[in-house]
């Protein structure tokens, strides 16, 4: 227990807005593209995201990793995904710590959201946008230990008989 005999005041945010950042981490250059609204996400954001991915003319197979939220796993996604050449891998349910884009989220929210706060909505969206425009430069040598490809790995096991 804490007892204080000074009432303290904390200042936080009033009302509910959101910034929803929708985003695609090349594993191995860390190259980021982002689908970014006040509104919600869902399969149209989603397909816009392909379609910028698809946009950067890579001349490689393209391998989008999602999770299984029900706006990815539709007939739209789906269909934008084959008519762009792009493959959609789905993580088992409940494993972020799979998906390089989560540590990405992680480190924004560390630096951007976790005690602090912004006087109006606008100061939030610029600080979280301002942080993800310099992933490539000021943030990169952080970001480059952060989003190693090292996982670890088990082989397969034998069953034990007893």
Not at 33 to 51: P, W
Not at 57 to 64: D, F, K, Q, R
Not at 147 to 162: E, G
């Amino acid at each position: 227990m804490l007892w204080c005999f000074v009432r303290q005041f904390i200042r936080a945010p009033a009302g509910r807005q959101r910034f929803n950042v929708l985003g695609a981490l090349n594993a191995v250059t860390h190259e980021l593209v982002l689908v970014t609204n006040d509104a919600y996400i869902n399969a149209d954001s989603v397909c816009d995201l392909l379609r910028r991915v698809a946009a950067l003319g890579l001349e490689i197979p393209i391998t989008l990793i999602l999770d299984n939220a029900r706006y990815q796993k539709c007939p739209p996604v789906w269909d934008t995904a084959k008519s762009l050449g792009i493959e959609l891998l789905y993580l088992p349910t409940y494993s972020p710590n799979l998906n390089l884009i989560e540590r990405l989220w992680k480190f924004v929210k560390k630096n951007c959201l976790y005690s602090t706060y912004y006087e109006n909505f606008g100061l939030f969206k610029n600080a979280i946008s301002s942080c993800l425009s310099q992933a490539h430069t000021t943030h990169k040598p952080v970001l480059d230990t952060l989003l190693s490809l090292r996982f670890q790995t088990f082989r397969k096991s034998q069953a034990v008989k007893s």
